[in-house]
């Protein structure tokens, strides 16, 4: 069976990059969450890109949940709460969170529902620090495996950080050639937000193999496993 992996983000298109993950489009907008068929989304969209990172570096099957929560670069808290609340009526395993926000109001909300509501118990959540290298939700939160870019690694290159003043624990590559649906290659490059579905695809690996486990146990199979490759 499998994986269920949301990408909470701008929307994804597979009219450009190659996305060999069965994909399913969702949409969290103004208060409202639905499925849609046939929303268009923009072929270079933020979450085009990391959908076709995740696919790049994928080692066992899942299907792809692309729920947006943003127009024009602009959401919510509350649809982003939304999206994260359809994501545990519909059973998905991962979520990978390429957005955040550092407002400390709006991140007071997100932090109290995802400790009250007792998600991380059935999902993981992955998410990007904010490219100002600050305090950022959800990624800094206790739970949350938070990532950072780190502008010397390439490919699959991904580094436990054991001591972390600022509660993010992994840093990765955030530049890596992906395929296009015309066969050719494409470079793109970026910051926090494009090392995290490198990640997030070892995630899936782990989750594939035991199943929902702690973030603890998590971070040690990343750091025997995958810490250091793909320099």
Not at 110 to 139: F, R
Not at 141 to 164: A, C, H, M, Q, T
Request: glycine share 6%.
């Amino acid at each position: 069976m499998s994986l269920k992996v949301a990408i909470i983000d701008d929307g994804i298109s597979n009219e450009k990059y190659k996305i060999t993950a069965p994909l399913h489009h969702i949409i969290s907008l103004n208060g409202k969450t639905y499925y849609d068929k046939i929303h268009q989304i923009d072929p270079n969209s933020h979450g085009s890109c990391c959908a076709a990172i995740l696919c790049k570096y994928l080692e066992c099957p899942v299907e792809i949940y692309s729920i947006q929560v943003l127009q024009n670069d602009l959401g919510n808290c509350m649809d982003f709460l939304n999206a994260i609340l359809w994501c545990t009526a519909n059973n998905i395993n991962l979520i990978n969170m390429s957005i955040g926000t550092v407002d400390i109001e709006d991140g007071r909300i997100i932090e109290n529902y995802i400790n009250n509501s007792g998600i991380l118990k059935h999902l993981v959540i992955v998410a990007a620090q904010s490219n100002k290298n600050i305090y950022t939700y959800p990624a800094s939160l206790p739970g949350i495996i938070g990532v950072k870019s780190e502008k010397n690694y390439r490919n699959s290159r991904i580094e436990v950080i054991d001591e972390s003043s600022d509660h993010i624990e992994l840093k990765a590559s955030a530049i890596h050639a992906v395929k296009l649906t015309n066969d050719s290659t494409k470079v793109i490059f970026g910051g926090n937000s494009f090392a995290t579905p490198l990640v997030t695809s070892r995630v899936c690996s782990i989750l594939n193999t035991h199943g929902i486990i702690s973030k603890e146990k998590i971070l040690s199979i990343i750091k025997h496993n995958y810490s250091i490759n793909g320099e």
